[in-house]
């Protein structure tokens, strides 16, 4: 199917699907059209099956012009992710009208290899929420097919969720810090129609969010977040915390999953001074290579601390099937702990709002986007009346941040939350087979092969995705935070990690991840195709 009849399905697709609300801002057909039209003219996409312009097989010998795999492909992005030719909102009311005077670097480099931009998809506000309820635009909606209500879409990137698992678009970016719930539409739920249309095509899927996702698999997608500082953060995402998020990817395959990373978005920017240099990558992978254990049985880790009291069954069966065939392919199957991941998600809502009360700082509504009527100086009232425009997550939040950066608070909230999180990163790197190079070059600092592992293995989240109406009948709307603890850890440690669906029962799905230790990304990723080969979900 040409490249251009594909496009006109899914701006159909949008149309249907529009009381879903997935998408803030789309763009043109006109505009839309003419781009694609451009790149199937480079890649003669008229004359070859579409399987050939979605994997390695789409070489430039064999195209002509041909800019990458997903050139001509629909591309949405995240409203928190900069772009110039479409408002950034992040879904809040103080930038409803704000348009970046430049594109984020990660959205350059996807234009560059000839993705067209299709829109922004919606958010929780300032990426702030755990079902994507907490937007200026109204929350997003995930629908069910089966006479069931609707399902959570999960947060904060629920609007990309939802875009790319309905057919709206082949992929969608979106902010991370893998912690939040992200849960797809299921495959058994979607319309027949759409299970024959992508059953054969590669898509990446959504993604992360304030962390990645816990419930996004059961879609059938991969949710990638990489090794800190391997991507440039330059001019890119509004963060609510500049440490702890970062852009991230989901994808539909394996195949697809290494291949946007490693030639699309991955490399050093020289204008992020957060960004590896290309000297330190290349040590690190150097380092990596020597040890790394190939053509030998590996060791895979489970940690003892997620199995948590409040996992549901389903999920712990489907943890317990992965490792059982993974021991059956003859790894061997150890038990690792982790003893202050259970400190993780108190330092990540201490560590976070406090980086999100500074980062907001600048909303005053002065320098640029909305600015309340009622903000006036000559009685006091500057900027509260703007700040007030805030949503009920957000103001929680920079409540939350400004208290642990207190004078009285900071020793006893902050500053011991930054010492947990180093702690976690210290566990995380004795569980390993091999050092972090990042920090070290002497590789007898690792556990050594005999004793650490080379990946571990846990669900992402607790339970499958709820339906939005119990969501809107919690208690208190910190009930949302438990989703991020069996993700946040990771985020914490900066380490890669991966979530793919394994099937339980029938139908079913349930969201695992592989972590590995920084910068190993092709051990986490092999051992991720070991268990899709064999208990992947696969589209029918």
């Known amino acids: 199917m040409a490249l251009l009849e594909i496009a006109k399905k899914s701006l159909l697709t949008a149309e249907k699907y529009s009381a879903l609300n997935s998408l803030i801002s789309v763009q043109s057909q006109l505009g839309l059209f003419s781009q694609i039209q451009a790149s199937q003219e480079r890649i003669h996409a008229g004359n070859l099956p579409y399987f050939l312009l979605t994997t390695a097989l789409c070489q430039p010998s064999d195209t002509g012009e041909s800019k990458s ?15 110039i030719d479409f408002p950034t909102t992040c879904a809040s009311k103080l930038l409803e009208q704000y348009t970046s005077p430049f594109d984020a670097t990660i959205v350059r480099k996807v234009k560059d290899a000839g993705a067209v931009i299709m829109g922004k998809t919606n958010m929780d506000e300032f990426g702030m929420g755990s079902h994507s309820m907490y937007s200026h635009f109204g929350p997003v ?26 057919g709206m678009c082949y992929a969608s970016s979106l902010e991370c810090c893998w912690g939040v719930t992200l849960s797809f539409t299921p495959v058994e739920l979607w319309e027949p129609t759409l299970v024959a249309q992508f059953a054969s095509q590669p898509l990446i899927v959504e993604l992360l969010d304030s962390n990645l996702r816990m419930e996004c698999c059961p879609g059938g997608g991969w949710l990638l977040m990489q090794t800190h500082w391997t991507q440039s953060e330059y001019l890119g995402e509004i963060s609510q915390a500049s440490k702890s998020y970062m852009v ?15 030639d699309t978005i991955n490399g050093h920017d020289d204008d992020d001074p957060t960004s590896i240099t290309p000297q330190a990558r290349e040590r690190i992978q150097d380092r990596l290579s020597r040890s790394r254990r190939k053509g030998r049985r590996l060791v895979i880790g489970y940690p003892e601390e997620f199995n948590l009291v409040e996992l549901d069954d389903s999920v712990r069966n489907a943890w317990e099937n992965t490792l059982s065939h993974l021991s059956l392919q003859s790894h061997r199957i150890v038990a690792v702990s ?51 425009n805030f949503g009920a997550e957000v103001r929680r939040r920079i409540i939350a941040g400004a208290y642990s950066l207190s004078s009285e608070a900071i020793n006893n909230y902050f500053l011991k939350a930054q010492s947990a999180r180093r702690v976690i990163q210290h566990d995380f790197s004795n569980a390993f087979a091999q050092p972090n190079y990042l920090v070290t070059d002497n590789p007898e600092e690792g556990r050594g ?19 939005l109406e119990d969501v809107k009948m919690q208690k208190s709307p910190l009930d949302s935070y438990v989703n ?20 339980h029962g029938e139908k079913g799905s349930v969201g695992m991840q592989v972590m590995a230790q920084y910068g190993d990304e092709e051990m986490m ?16």
């Open 484 to 503: 991020d603890v069996l993700t946040v850890p990771a985020s914490l440690a900066g380490i890669p990690a991966i979530c793919l669906p394994v099937v």
């Open 449 to 467: 092969g005999g004793e650490g592992v080379d990946v571990l293995i846990a669900p992402t989240s607790l339970s499958k995705a709820p339906f």
């Open 338 to 388: 982790l003893p202050h991941t259970k400190h993780a998600l108190s330092a990540y809502y201490v560590l976070a709002p406090a980086e999100a009360s500074s980062n907001l700082a600048k909303y005053d509504g002065v320098r640029y986007g909305y600015r309340d009527p009622d903000d006036r100086s000559e009685d006091g009232l500057l900027f509260s009346p703007t700040r007030a």
């Open 248 to 262: 991230s990817y989901g994808f539909r395959t394996f195949h697809l999953t290494g291949l946007m990373f490693t």
């Open 525 to 540: 990723w092999e051992v991720a195709k070991i268990i899709e080969d064999g208990l992947g979900s696969k589209l029918e």
């Open 69 to 83: 795999p997903i050139d001509g492909h629909l591309i949405a992005v995240k409203d928190n992710i900069c772009t």
């Open 141 to 166: 909606m995930q629908s069910a097919n089966d006479g069931q209500p609707a399902r959570s879409a999960g947060g904060s990137s629920g609007g990309s969720a939802v875009a790319v698992a309905t």
